[in-house]
């Protein structure tokens, strides 16, 4: 039996979104930063436990305690306040590296964050299906957030 090789296309992920904000680009991320790290939640209110170390290189990760946890990624770019990127697997336990980008810019009197992920690895249909759900909810409470702060 010959195995299946994955197409390039079921290898690969990208998700672009655009988020109005009505607040400052400041404040909008600053809120972007509390979301990523120890304000993060699931879908379900859950806390994560997310952490960020926001400087070049920094690392985005799940502390667990104990020094336990998951490395979601590193800061591959950051300047405040119009860029936070981040390249590794995020959230994946499976071979997979992502690089995950909000852009910040001035619009209608507040902020326009654009939001692209692009990945590539062993994904799932399944994890496909519901990684926009995800970042849609944390980019929503990212939103939420800075508009509540202004």
Not at 80 to 87: I, K, S
Not at 97 to 126: C, K, P, Y
């Amino acid at each position: 039996m010959i195995p299946t090789v994955p197409t390039l296309e079921e290898m690969t992920f990208t998700l672009k979104q655009e988020i109005h904000v009505n607040a400052p680009m400041d404040v909008t991320f600053a809120a972007l930063l509390e979301q990523l790290g120890p304000g993060n939640e699931t879908t379900e209110g859950r806390s994560l436990s997310l952490k960020i170390e926001p400087w070049p290189g920094g690392r985005w990760y799940r502390d667990l305690g104990d020094d336990n946890g998951h490395l979601w990624g590193h800061v591959q770019a950051i300047k405040r306040p119009t860029l936070l990127e981040f390249v590794g697997p995020i959230f994946a336990s499976f071979p997979m590296v992502s690089n995950v980008q909000w852009r910040l810019s001035e619009a209608d009197g507040g902020t326009l964050i654009s939001f692209r992920h692009m990945a590539l690895g062993m994904m799932t249909d399944q994890h496909k299906m519901e990684m926009p759900n995800g970042w849609s909810s944390m980019n929503e409470r990212v939103r939420s957030h800075a508009e509540a702060a202004r």
